[in-house]
T-cell receptor, first 114, second 113 residues
Framework: ETGVTQSPTHLIKTRGQQVTLRCSSQ?????VSWYQQALGQGPQFIFQ???????GRGNFPPRFSGLQFPNYSSELNVNALELDDSALYLC?????????????FGNGTRLTVT | KQEVTQIPAALSVPEGENLVLNCSFT??????LQWFRQDPGKGLTSLLL?????REQTSGRLNASLDKSSGRSTLYIAASQPGDSATYLC????????????FGKGTMLLVSP
């Protein structure tokens, strides 16, 4: 069973640039969620995708957007990067259906905005 | 809006001690509560998940309890070891059915030899 994998592991960008983070779901999972974790804080929910559509969103501006593909992999896109976007971005997958599975997290992408 | 609080923020204990980490949540309409471990700069590893209908879950030296009526969960670690040093996060999943976990800020645990 393959776990949740994220790429890249680390990334440095300049303020105003755009970034794309990628996530491969665990085999058999149909839902992907993205979380932002600032230093010293708990993860904050960004949004969730189910059947290739966003079906839940946290308190993040529209410049945070995403995609889920037919193979249930996902991308997180952030436009017009700001210094406060520096954080660990975590992807989690789960199965939502008859009996929901726990969330399984990847190791995250560390984004630094300078 | 669900809020999750963890106490203490940091804890330092000598090896071998039993310890308790506390988690409280404001909205009792939860589907489950999950405890995670996070090593520095790493992702989250699920330790224990307690369904809303359950009172506790055990895995090895770890025991997690849930009291929905009081909005509290505890994680008990028996005979702590230096390898237990990490940040422990609790997170509540709402009844809405979406996988939108609300996390606490975590308890940073240091177990010294």
């Amino acid at each position: 069973e393959t776990g949740v994998t994220q790429s890249p592991t680390h990334l440095i960008k300049t303020r105003g640039q755009q970034v794309t983070l990628r996530c491969s779901s665990q085999s058999g999972h149909n839902t992907v969620s993205w979380y932002q974790q600032a230093l010293g804080q708990g993860p904050q929910f960004i949004f969730q995708y189910y059947r290739e559509e966003e079906n839940g969103r946290g308190n993040f501006p529209p410049r945070f957007s995403g995609l889920q593909f037919p193979n249930y992999s996902s991308e997180l896109n952030v436009n017009a990067l700001e210094l406060d976007d520096s954080a660990l971005y975590l992807c989690a997958s789960s199965f939502v259906g008859q009996g929901n599975s726990p969330l399984h997290f990847g190791n995250g992408t560390r984004l630094t905005v300078t | 809006k669900q809020e999750v609080t963890q106490i203490p923020a940091a804890l330092s204990v000598p090896e071998g001690e039993n310890l308790v980490l506390n988690c409280s949540f404001t909205d009792s309409a939860i589907y489950n509560l999950q405890w995670f471990r996070q090593d520095p700069g790493k992702g989250l590893t699920s330790l224990l998940l307690i369904q809303s209908s359950q009172r506790e879950q055990t895995s090895g030296r770890l025991n997690a309890s849930l009291d929905k009526s009081s909005g509290r969960s505890t994680l008990y670690i028996a005979a702590s070891q230096p390898g237990d040093s990490a940040t422990y996060l609790c997170a509540a999943l709402p009844n809405s059915g979406y996988s939108t976990l609300t996390f606490g800020k975590g308890t940073m645990l240091l177990v010294s030899p």
